[in-house]
């Protein structure tokens, strides 16, 4: 266990310190004011016009980095900072958020994949760390095979919930790309604004690298403890 730990705590540190340098780059470019003077949420309804979508919302959420689209009711949602204001920052949280409502309407395949998984994900890596470690106490205490088939289960949600944050890169990397492309085509922002852009969105980016290599990390680890040892 303690190597888990030790495991644990190195990827909790880097997740901290892309977190952080995440919040220090858009708390740098939301001082960098847009010339066209357009706000999160006049990006947002721009670009959703600009690629045909009229079904969807767009409208405020409380909290800071809480923006997000909801296929479910259609909507994308802005934190109150991005929605009102008029820089840098806002212009490519709202275009990033835009990019999952394009996707949507286009039925992009990884997008559609990982909605898919969300029901089953949701319910399942909540559990599976402790159907591991419960497997394990069980099959070591009784002795018998019972343990082990537990903790196999768990393995595979949390191989499930692995598989959720690999699928969820392309889904997100491909929302950046869509925003600083059309960022660039509809000329939204000049070329410091758009460095500033595309700088916030690759760090943004990164929040979600990490994440899936820490969940690909415990996978391994807790795997290891599963299938390494001796089966009764």
Same mark, same amino acid.
């Given at each position: 266990?303690i190597?888990?730990? !030790?495991l644990i705590?190195?990827? /909790? %540190?880097? #997740? ?11 708390a ?13 949420? @006049?990006?947002? &309804? ?10 969807? @919302? ?15 009711n ?5 934190? &109150? #900072? ?7 920052? #806002? ?5 990033? @958020? ?10 992009y395949?990884?997008?559609?994949m +990982?909605?898919?998984? *969300? ?17 394990? !106490?069980?099959?070591? $205490?009784?002795?018998? /095979?019972?343990?082990?088939?537990? $903790? ?22 491909? $929302?950046s790309? +869509?925003? %600083? =492309?059309? %960022?660039?085509?509809?000329?939204? *922002?000049?070329? &410091?604004?758009?460095?500033?852009? @595309?700088?916030?969105?690759?760090? =943004?980016? +990164? ?5 899936? !290599? ?9 795997? %290891? ?5 001796? +089966?009764?």
């Open positions: 266990m190597g888990y730990y !030790i705590g190195a990827i /909790g %540190l880097v #997740s901290w310190m892309v977190s952080n340098k995440l919040k220090k780059k858009f740098f470019y939301s001082k960098v004011q847009l010339q066209n003077g357009m706000s999160g949420k @006049e990006i947002a &309804e721009k670009m959703l016009a600009d690629n045909g979508i009229y079904d969807v @919302e767009v409208i405020s959420t409380p909290g800071k980095l809480t923006d997000h689209y909801n296929p479910k259609k909507t994308v949602n802005l934190s &109150e #900072s991005v929605y009102s204001q008029r820089n840098a920052a #806002s212009a490519a949280v709202a275009a990033h @958020e835009c990019g999952h409502a394009v996707q949507h309407a286009q039925a395949s990884w997008l559609q +990982r909605s898919t998984l *969300v029901p089953m994900v949701s319910v399942t890596s909540g559990m599976s760390q402790w159907l591991i470690i419960g497997g394990l !106490i069980l099959g070591g $205490a009784a002795g018998v /095979g019972l343990g082990w088939y537990v $903790a196999v289960l768990g393995v595979i949600f949390m191989g499930m919930a692995t598989v959720f944050s690999f699928i969820t890169l392309p889904v997100e990397y491909d $929302a790309n +869509r925003a %600083l =492309a059309w %960022l660039k085509a509809k000329n939204m *922002v000049t070329p &410091e604004e758009y460095k500033g852009s @595309e700088d916030a969105l690759k760090w =943004a980016a +990164r929040t979600y690298l990490v994440a899936a !290599i820490g969940a690909l990390a415990s996978l391994m680890y807790w795997a %290891l403890q599963v299938f390494g040892g001796s +089966r009764d």
